[in-house]
């Protein structure tokens, strides 16, 4: 099993910036590419950006340029700096772990973006 605990969530001004952070836990070994997945409330999850366990990373056209998402292996945490946020920004932040035949969710962590 794996456990994921997402930080670093809050309230925000438009133009700001947020780091989040995702804690991993368990069996980590199994982990391959990382991701960061978002809700808005009334919209569907989506992707934001996501991370390979060798470095690749990829971003929704809506991020590109504003966020960037790292990982740190010895630490088992994946990060996602947000700067320029816009009030469309606002949603609930997941954090996503993949194994060969796993996916695994946090919880998630408030993201606000106040125009």
């Known amino acids: 099993q794996v456990r994921l605990v997402e930080s670093g969530g809050g309230l925000v001004q438009a133009g700001g910036s947020l780091r989040l952070s995702c804690a991993a836990s368990?069996?980590?070994?199994?982990?391959?590419?990382m991701g960061w997945y978002r809700q808005a409330p009334g919209k569907q999850r989506e992707l934001v950006a996501t991370?390979?366990?060798?470095?690749?990373?990829n971003y929704a056209d809506s991020v590109k340029g504003r966020f960037t998402i790292s990982r740190d292996n010895a630490n088992n945490t994946v990060y996602l700096q947000m700067n320029s946020l816009k009030p469309e920004d606002t949603a609930v932040y997941y954090c996503?772990?993949?194994?060969?035949?796993?996916?695994?969710w946090g919880k998630g962590t408030l993201v606000t973006v106040s125009s």
């Open positions: 996503k772990g993949s194994s060969y035949d796993m996916d695994y």
């Open positions: 368990g069996s980590i070994f199994s982990i391959g590419t």
């Open positions: 991370i390979t366990s060798r470095g690749t990373t």
